[in-house]
């Protein structure tokens, strides 16, 4: 049986970062506090394991042809247990995914989408029929349902390794970027996960599902192109056969987000993008990360 523990601590005069280690059970919701001396900003973490020995990542991206979604597998292979996590991963590719994972010899204890999609149906809620113990994730901006929502700021630790989450609302109201964490033990540069909020040369549509162009300009240059410029950004969706960028890249080069807002507005406003043909289908399925006929069991 899973326990979470959730632990919070009072705020004291200097800029470090605190984590408790007390909890009892693999995987663990802990509650942190950022100390900072003129806030008093609390930050959850979620942590698969304490320790501070050192951390490997291993990485893989995996394509899925029809959506032309990318899933992410990360994990931490220093770790006894190598923990793992996947980001986005879609329901007709479950098995791949898993039999990947197994064959790797990884544990699978995070299933995470960056937001609500639109045009495919989550694997999280497959993947939890077949993975005991396996947390969905999604945040809680995108009124969803799933085992942990998650907030900007949030910590999502595998093993001893993290990810953090940035809002960069805009193409959904719900959406995220999780982002590698940028103290040395991290794997160097950053790796960006953005979803649909920035993609290579483009960005998600702003049409729908709370959609908005002001939003999303304003996620993207706060959040995502603040980050260092070797930063490697890597997308929900791409369409022309790109794998990866880098925010300094897509600083100059994006057609559309290296412009002003009006003019980013204006491109948004003119996209004229077909509806996907999922979108009834994928959407009331990923509001509950793939579990809608389970839901009130499971979650
Ligand atoms: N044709 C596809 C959907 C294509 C699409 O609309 N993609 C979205 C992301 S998935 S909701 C998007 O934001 N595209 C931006 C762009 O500039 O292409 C289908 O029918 O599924």
Redesign the pocket.
């Known amino acids: 049986m899973l326990r979470v523990h959730l632990l919070r601590f009072s705020v004291s005069p200097s800029n470090l970062f605190v984590q408790s280690t007390k909890a009892t059970a693999f995987p663990r919701l802990l509650t942190s506090t950022k100390l900072n001396k003129n806030s008093r900003s609390q930050v959850r973490v979620y942590s698969a394991s304490s320790g501070f020995e050192s951390s490997k990542l291993l990485f893989r991206q995996l394509f899925e042809k029809e ?1 032309s979604t990318y899933t992410y597998l990360l994990a931490d292979v220093s770790h006894p247990e190598k923990p793992a996590l996947l980001i986005d991963p879609v329901d007709k590719m479950v098995d791949r995914d898993l039999t990947l994972v197994k064959e790797l010899g990884l544990k699978l204890i995070y299933a995470m989408n960056t937001h609500v ?4 149906v989550t694997g999280t809620g497959l993947m939890k029929g077949k993975v005991p113990g396996l947390k969905s994730i999604i945040s809680k901006a995108s009124n969803s349902k799933a085992d942990l929502l998650i907030e900007h700021g949030d910590k999502i630790y595998f093993g001893n390794l993290f990810l953090e989450v940035r809002a960069t609302p805009g ?1 959904t109201c719900g959406c995220v970027t999780y982002v590698t964490g940028d103290v040395p033990d991290q794997p160097q540069p950053r790796m960006a996960f953005t979803g ?1 909020a920035l ?1 290579i040369r ?4 702003t049409d729908f599902q709370g959609g908005s162009s002001h939003q999303l300009y304003n996620s993207v240059h706060s959040q995502i192109f603040t980050f260092p410029k070797d930063t490697l950004v890597y997308p ?2 791409d ?1 022309r056969g790109f794998t990866v960028s880098s925010v300094g890249e897509e600083m100059v080069y994006n057609p559309r987000l290296s412009k002003d807002e009006e003019t980013f507005k204006s491109i948004m406003e003119n ?1 004229n ?7 009834d289908v994928a959407v009331p399925a990923n509001m509950v990360c793939g579990l809608q006929d389970r839901i009130k069991t499971t979650i």
């Open positions: 959506s999609h639109a045009d495919h193409h649909d993609m483009g960005c998600g549509r929900a969706h369409y996209l993008l077909a509806y996907p043909k999922m979108i």
